[in-house]
């Protein structure tokens, strides 16, 4: 993906889902199309002209350029996910620079709607949209955050002794193959086995700060609301476990 193209992308994004967010290209590895038209029919009935009639006609232009630009920029990132799904392949994020949560802009919880609770075993992130409890905005910002938290592969496998900080920078060093990620480049170039790479993913997995804590240093819920909401969520993952057939239970194990 061009510069020019990504920069595109990334204020399309800010159209649709405000200026207050910070958008990355992670955030553009995590939007998923659902999302994307949630965020664009909220805008669309926010400023759709036939709101605004009654003003003055001048006014009236301004509300229709920004409607315009809105379906363009609902059209783009249309574009943007076929042309992923054509290809099979996934946008790698980039490196993000960190920035500490003061400097994070907050987004508003004021939007949030409640919806019904899929009948199937969640994670926490995807529990707290879908109980109103969080926007779509602030769930990216929090898979963002704790992306950022996790230590890269390359650098858990040279402390284990598997790859030499030189073969890592090898890797790192490897682009534009089919390969996109770091492990399945490590593993073409003959410098890691699948068994190796799977372990390195798990690890790295189990390192990242738990989601609950970026809405805690957010103040969008309180220590105590994070940890009732746990505890519900392990409810619901239970009842739902109990529900399946032995067999799922069994490969669910």
Same mark, same amino acid.
């Given at each position: 993906? %061009?510069?020019?193209?990504?920069?595109a992308?990334?204020?399309?994004?800010?159209?649709?889902?405000?200026?207050?967010?910070?958008?990355?290209?992670?955030?553009?590895?995590?939007?998923?199309?659902?999302?994307?038209?949630?965020?664009?029919?909220q805008?669309?009935?926010?400023?759709?002209?036939?709101?605004f009639n009654?003003?003055?006609?001048?006014?009236?232009?301004q509300k229709?350029?920004?409607?315009?630009?809105?379906?363009?920029?609902?059209?783009?990132?249309?574009?943007f996910?076929?042309?992923?799904?054509?290809?099979?392949?996934?946008?790698?994020? %980039?490196?993000?620079?960190?920035?500490?949560?003061?400097?994070?802009?907050?987004?508003?919880? %004021?939007?949030?709607?409640?919806?019904?609770?899929p009948?199937?075993?969640?994670?926490?992130?995807q529990?707290l949209?879908?109980?109103g409890?969080?926007?779509?905005?602030?769930?990216?910002?929090?898979?963002?955050?704790q992306?950022?938290?996790?230590?890269?592969?390359?650098?858990?496998?040279?402390n284990?002794?598997?790859?030499?900080?030189?073969?890592?920078?090898?890797?790192?060093?490897?682009?534009g193959?089919?390969?996109?990620?770091?492990?399945?480049?490590?593993?073409?170039?003959?410098?890691?086995?699948?068994?190796?790479?799977?372990?390195?993913?798990?690890?790295?997995?189990?390192l990242?700060?738990?989601?609950?804590?970026?809405?805690?240093?957010?103040?969008i819920?309180?220590?105590?609301?994070?940890?009732?909401?746990?505890?519900k969520?392990?409810?619901?993952n239970?009842?739902?476990?109990?529900?399946q057939?032995?067999?799922?239970?069994?490969?669910?194990?």
């Open positions: 993906m %061009s510069p020019q193209t990504e920069t992308l990334i204020k399309a994004c800010h159209i649709l889902f405000g200026e207050g967010l910070f958008i990355t290209r992670n955030f553009l590895w995590y939007l998923q199309p659902a999302g994307l038209k949630a965020a664009y029919r805008k669309v009935k926010e400023a759709h002209p036939d709101r009654n003003l003055d006609p001048d006014v009236r232009q229709t350029a920004i409607f315009q630009e809105i379906n363009q920029s609902y059209s783009l990132l249309q574009s996910f076929h042309e992923r799904k054509k290809k099979g392949k996934p946008i790698e994020p %980039s490196t993000v620079q960190k920035r500490s949560a003061a400097a994070a802009p907050k987004a508003t919880a %004021s939007h949030t709607t409640f919806r019904r609770v009948e199937r075993t969640l994670e926490f992130g529990y949209y879908n109980r409890l969080v926007t779509y905005q602030q769930l990216i910002g929090a898979l963002v955050w992306r950022r938290q996790r230590p890269a592969i390359g650098q858990l496998a040279v284990l002794g598997w790859l030499k900080a030189e073969d890592s920078d090898r890797v790192g060093r490897t682009r193959t089919a390969y996109r990620r770091f492990g399945e480049r490590a593993v073409h170039l003959g410098l890691l086995s699948s068994g190796q790479v799977q372990v390195l993913l798990r690890h790295q997995s189990n990242h700060q738990k989601l609950g804590e970026y809405f805690i240093e957010e103040a819920l309180s220590k105590e609301e994070v940890e009732h909401l746990a505890n969520l392990a409810e619901h239970q009842r739902i476990f109990l529900r057939p032995s067999a799922e239970k069994n490969r669910a194990c």
